[in-house]
Nanobody, 125 residues
Framework: QVQLVESGGGLVQAGGSLRLSCAAS????????MGWFRQAPGKEREFVAS????????EYAGSVKGRFTISRDNAKNTVYLQMNSLKPEDTAVYYC??????????????????WGQGTQVTVAS
């Protein structure tokens, strides 16, 4: 069983920055691909970013490419999402997800087997 806990959300003005953190329990973090998703009210859960087990490969949604950076520190069992140049349309609950060992697709929520509780990000216009 894996526990994921997100933190770092809050209220920020448009153009500002936030860094989200996701702390994972257990011994399997370094063997897990990690992802960030977000969900706004009335909308589907949306892929944001993903990072491979070693951190050597990263992927981003087109809507955040160039503004967000995903990274991980396996020694701390933590994955991060640095969000810069935030826009009101980035407002959502942001979720951390993990996929242990599996090396298939990463884009859909069904590709992940553990999820955090989410952290609210609100970007004011």
């Amino acid at each position: 069983q894996v526990q994921l806990v997100e933190s770092g959300g809050g209220l920020v003005q448009a153009g500002g920055s936030l860094r989200l953190s996701c702390a994972a329990s257990g011994r399997t973090f370094s063997s897990s691909r990690m992802g960030w998703f977000r969900q706004a009210p009335g909308k589907e859960r949306e892929f944001v970013a993903s990072i491979s087990q070693s951190g050597e490969s990263t992927e981003y949604a087109g809507s955040v490419k160039g503004r967000f950076t995903i990274s991980r520190d396996n020694a701390k069992n933590t994955v991060y999402l640095q969000m810069n140049s935030l826009k009101p349309e980035d407002t959502a609950v942001y979720y951390c997800a993990s996929r242990i060992y599996y090396s298939g697709s990463y884009y859909y929520p069904r590709d992940y087997n553990y999820w955090g509780q989410g952290t609210q990000v609100t970007v004011a216009s």
